[in-house]
């Protein structure tokens, strides 16, 4: 399956800045249309952190194409902030870059956690190389692994190179989209 992480970046920075108040309803209006994003191209929303969101793709219903679902909606998130931003210009307000990360690999799904609090996710190492891929892109940036651009192939990407994570001794062979037909 594949797994997409997405997170604003300078957030904690705008957190500092403006009334809690003014945030939640930024986050609210950021996080729903991702959300859609994530939906409208076959995706389960498996969780919201703060101001991130992961997005999977071949789970709990097997898609063949879960790779290239995830890769297109990446790109439609990216897509989908430049209109909030333009509108949020329009409207004097603040806007918001992002980050994506995107990985292809096995995990397991299903309902993980304490009894009484269980709650359906992913779990495994092809997730944790999703979110560090995400933490290394830049706002405006999809970063994927050689995984998810093999299991893609007509999507165009430059090589970034083997990056270092934290947490894993392996570097991640990554791959900055340009371009899906």
Known sequence: ??????????????????????????????????????????????????DSIMGVFGAPDPMPDHAERAVRCAIAMQARQRELNAAAELEA?????????????????????????????????????????QSNAAGGEILVSAATLAATPGVLAEPVGELTVKGRRAPVDAHRVTAAP
């Open 1 to 50: 399956m594949t797994v997409l992480f997405s997170d604003v970046r300078g957030f904690s920075t705008l957190a500092e800045e403006i009334e809690p108040s003014e945030l939640a309803a930024l986050v609210g209006r950021h996080l729903g249309a991702m959300a859609e994003v994530v939906f409208d191209h076959g995706g389960l929303v498996s969780e919201f952190a703060g």
């Open 93 to 133: 307000g603040r806007s918001l870059q992002i980050g994506v990360g995107v990985n292809t690999g096995r995990v397991v799904a299903g309902p993980v956690g304490p009894p009484g609090r269980l709650e359906y996710t992913v779990v495994g190492d092809a997730v944790n190389v999703a979110q560090r891929l």
